[in-house]
């Protein structure tokens, strides 16, 4: 059973869309310009939003909305999409390891917001050839915390099944979730959310021990969706007028906080070293004694102690600066997170599996270091995983032709230079003079 229990990342690869898709400042103001619905408040709102996003501008939209066609998305444009990501990541990951699709015995794919039948997980299985008797789940509707839902099934799956090859495949379907109204909450996906999506190998086959990355030491998950304020911080819905979106609630990061710390409790105990775990006993008890009298400096418990590398859901600046302060991290911490968000925006979540490759592709990752991947998402859900680095690691995958040029030497995004103007200009309505 311990032999069964062990969970190995063999290797992982990131999508990386074709250069006509990114999404440039002069491209983003041709889609605002023909959402004739929007008026100059509606601009202003776009601008600053963008301008703070943290948003840079080699980003990917899907085929649809360079088109001019986002708002007539068809199900061929949706399939196109994951076909692209299918071609570049599931193919890419089976070069890199030498495993062959036949040697796959589990598929786990999640997509939330696109569930077409037959399910995706079984156009992976049909697209690769597989066997017949590979299992196959498809997951939707779990939102950016999803893919480390997959590893758990995954790794669950692989309790009862010695010697299994687990194919995880994580994305978002963008092409039909295009927002077209005028809700502030919903015209923010469309400022985060790009293309992406990423596929990774993971096994209990100890055959493969020495060739693998890393080796899954814990995972936890915490859903606080009994919350009725946590449970519509991101919700799929429509709006006044019948036009669907994404709603993200400006109590989101909140829900962040709080599902953070729901996870944290049951994690810490299971990552940190008693010295750590008892100082903090201790602080906390002083606390209790002094009747909430005493006042520490710093973060209540030190994560530093037992993790080298966080490796956070860039789901935008807020999101990102509220687990920083929740965490006592500095900027080096967070940067992974932050250049993600600034190289490929918020591609929910596939996310995380970018910030990995941030480190290896910087050489920060060396055998024996350990690594918290934290991810949240609609539900609303905080589920993290903790890794230890079996190997030094130098693979620049996704972020090979621009790692260099990380971080930038500014992040400031050409919006406000080429679409400032828009302040200046007074009154509600009229054109957008692009
Ligand atoms: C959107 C931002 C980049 C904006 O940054 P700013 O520094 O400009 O912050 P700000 O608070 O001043 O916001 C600017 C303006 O946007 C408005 N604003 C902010 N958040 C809003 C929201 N959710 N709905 C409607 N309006 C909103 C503010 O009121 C303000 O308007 P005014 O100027 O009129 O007062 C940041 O707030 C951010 O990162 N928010 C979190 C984004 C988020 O929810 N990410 C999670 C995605 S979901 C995900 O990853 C997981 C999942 O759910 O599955």
């Known amino acids: ?57 080699h980003t990917y939209c899907p085929r649809n909305v360079l088109d001019g066609r986002e708002e007539c998305a068809t199900h061929y444009d949706a399939l196109e999409e994951m076909d692209a990501f299918f071609d570049d990541a599931v193919r890419g990951v089976f070069e890199k390891t030498g495993v062959s699709p036949r040697d796959v015995d589990l598929v786990v794919l999640n997509v939330g917001s696109f569930s077409p039948a037959p399910s995706l997980a079984a156009r992976v299985v049909a697209r690769f050839g597989m066997r017949e008797d590979v299992q196959a789940y498809n997951l939707s509707g779990m939102g950016c915390s999803a893919g480390l839902v997959s590893v758990d099934l995954a790794r669950q799956v692989m309790l009862t099944r010695p010697r299994t090859m687990a ?12 927002y077209n109204g005028t ?5 923010l996906g469309n400022c985060l959310f790009r293309c992406g999506g990423a596929a990774a190998l993971l096994t209990n086959d100890p055959a493969y ?24 911080a991101a919700v799929h819905c429509e709006d006044a007028d019948g036009r669907l979106g994404v ?35 201790v602080r906390l ?49 967070v940067e992974p997170a932050t250049m993600t968000l600034h190289r490929w925006g918020n591609t929910s979540a596939s996310s995380l599996w970018y910030v990995l490759s941030y480190m290896e592709a910087k050489r920060r990752l060396k055998a024996g270091d350990r690594v918290l991947m934290v991810t949240f998402g609609s539900g609303f859900k905080c589920n993290s995983c903790y890794w ?14 621009c790692i260099d040029d990380y971080p930038p030497e500014t992040m400031v995004n050409p919006y406000t230079e080429k679409f400032g103007w828009v302040n200046d200009l007074q009154g509600q309505g009229g054109a957008f003079p692009f």
């Not at 709603?247 to 990061?253: F, R, T, V």
Request: aromatic share 6%; charged share 30%; proline share 4%.
């Open 285 to 333: 008890l002083a606390r209790k004694l002094m009747r909430r009298k005493l006042k520490f400096e710093g973060p209540k418990i030190n994560f530093k102690t037992g993790v080298d590398h966080f490796c956070l859901h860039p789901g935008g600046t807020a999101v990102i600066e509220a687990v920083r302060k929740n965490l006592g991290l500095n900027s080096y911490d």
């Open 183 to 187: 809700d502030k909450s919903m015209m």
């Open 1 to 57: 059973r311990r032999r069964r229990a062990r969970c190995y990342l063999l290797d992982f690869a990131c999508h990386k869309p074709s250069d006509d898709r990114k999404v440039t400042t002069e491209m983003a103001g041709a889609v605002i310009e023909r959402n004739k619905r929007l008026g100059m408040p509606d601009y202003r709102f776009l601008l600053k939003v963008i301008v703070n996003s943290g948003i840079g501008e």
């Open 247 to 281: 709603s993200l609630s400006k109590a989101l990061p909140k829900a962040a906080v709080r599902a953070f710390s729901e996870n944290l409790q049951r994690l810490a105990p299971r990552i940190l070293p008693a010295a750590e775990l008892a100082r903090f006993t």
């Open 388 to 401: 230890e680095v079996s190997k030094d690691l130098d693979d620049a995958g996704a972020w090979e032709d």
């Open 167 to 178: 194919l995880v495949v994580t994305s978002e379907s963008c092409a039909p979730n295009w």
């Open 209 to 232: 021990r020495s060739r693998a990355k890393m080796e899954l030491r814990c995972l936890v998950r915490a859903h606080i969706g009994a919350h009725d304020d946590a449970h519509a």
